[in-house]
């Protein structure tokens, strides 16, 4: 079974930045596409970064040019680099982990972007 954990969330001022971490257990990490979604209150999920298996990467447009997703095979690990934070990326990011039919997730970690 899959086990997501995900950390490095906390408070930053904005135009700050944060690095939140997601380590995957008990799967094949290299042949998943991993992706950082976020939840702020009141809204949806979106889709905010995506890797693949063949380390191509994407962004929603919002945080295009702010933020850099990467991943360590070696260290079964994504990361979300995110840089020049405004208070409009406050939000519990979650890590998914996507494979054929199957999605897991992790139980989020928080990012507050405020002075």
């Known amino acids: 079974q899959v086990q997501i954990a995900e950390s490095g969330g906390g408070l930053v001022q904005p135009g700050g930045s944060l690095t939140l971490s997601c380590v995957v257990s008990?799967?094949?990490?290299?042949?998943?596409?991993m992706s950082w979604y976020r939840q702020a209150p009141g809204k949806q999920r979106e889709l905010v970064a995506t890797?693949?298996?063949?380390?191509?990467?994407s962004y929603t447009d919002s945080v295009q040019g702010r933020f850099i997703v990467s991943r360590d095979v070696s260290k079964n690990t994504m990361y979300l680099l995110m840089n020049n934070l405004k208070s409009e990326d406050t939000a519990v990011y979650y890590c998914?982990?996507?494979?054929?039919?199957?999605?897991?997730w992790g139980q989020g970690t928080q990012v507050t972007v405020s002075s």
């Open positions: 998914n982990a996507h494979l054929g039919l199957t999605d897991s």
């Open positions: 890797v693949t298996k063949d380390d191509s990467t």
């Open positions: 008990g799967g094949i990490f290299r042949f998943y596409r």
